[in-house]
């Protein structure tokens, strides 16, 4: 199984809303990822968990806070958004940490609009 | 500064046609180069990885070449089809410590038609 699931595919939500988009992989990986992607723009790295830990916050806005329960599971919660925080939500996750060395499987992604 | 360029930004051809896409950069030191496809709305999907030894890489039609001396990379895609139709995405991770974040280039967006 070489597949990272993303729930929900597609999320409205207004911006007084609490929402929690959900990330999960079987691979047995030990770092996983959210990454944040406008249209026609390159993914861009919002945070990243190693054995279960915060390893890297790229200076993300508080509104946006991550949690990893467990090794497979990685969730992003949302609340107090903003229109510009629209955008396609990537998770994805790898062997190990070490971005430069290991595989990055990504996600299909969850389309966030914010009305 | 750590970059990817990609060019072209965007590419139409003709199904059954060939196309090679570019990619420069300038990330030191360099540890390995990427390409994925993007399907709009969807994630990157890994095409190749290749590291610094490695000249050439193929996957089925899609065969990606690196030069680490003029740090440049291609992907050339063979006998297009229309589900090739998506962004083309160079990523390049640096060497040294392992949280070096990848680096993204822009992406080339390919359209394949009939």
């Known amino acids: 199984d070489t597949e990272v699931t993303q729930t929900p595919k597609h999320l409205v939500m207004g911006m007084t809303n609490k929402k929690s988009l959900k990330c999960e992989q079987h691979?047995?990986?030990?770092?996983m990822y959210w990454y944040k992607q406008k249209a026609k723009k390159p993914p861009e790295l919002m945070f990243v968990?190693?054995?279960?830990?915060?390893?890297i916050n790229e200076s993300v806005p508080s509104r946006f806070s991550p949690e990893c329960p467990n090794s497979s599971l990685l969730n992003l919660h949302l609340h107090a958004l903003q229109p510009e925080d629209s955008a396609l939500y990537l998770c994805?996750?790898?062997?190990?940490?070490?971005?430069?060395?290991?595989?990055?499987?990504f996600g299909p992604g969850t389309r966030l609009t914010v009305t | 500064k750590n970059q990817v360029e990609q060019s072209p930004q965007s590419l139409i051809i003709l199904e059954g046609k060939n196309c090679t896409l570019q990619?420069?950069?300038?990330?030191?030191?360099?540890?390995?180069l990427r390409w994925y496809k993007q399907d709009t709305g969807r994630g990157p999907v890994s095409l190749t990885i290749?590291?610094?030894?490695?000249n050439t890489k193929s996957n089925g039609r899609y065969t990606a070449t690196l030069d680490a001396d003029t740090k440049q990379s291609s992907l050339h895609i063979t006998a297009s089809q229309l589900s090739d139709s998506a962004s083309y995405i160079c990523?390049?991770?640096?060497?040294?410590?392992?949280?070096?974040?990848?680096?993204f280039g822009k992406g080339t967006r390919l359209s394949v038609i009939a």
């Open positions: 968990y190693s054995y279960e830990k915060l390893s």
């Open positions: 691979m047995g990986h030990r770092a």
């Open positions: 990619c420069n950069y300038t990330v030191s030191p360099f540890s390995n």
């Open positions: 290749m590291t610094f030894s490695e």
């Open positions: 994805a996750s790898s062997q190990d940490l070490g971005q430069g060395s290991y595989e990055q499987y």
């Open positions: 990523v390049v991770s640096a060497g040294g410590s392992g949280n070096t974040p990848l680096v």
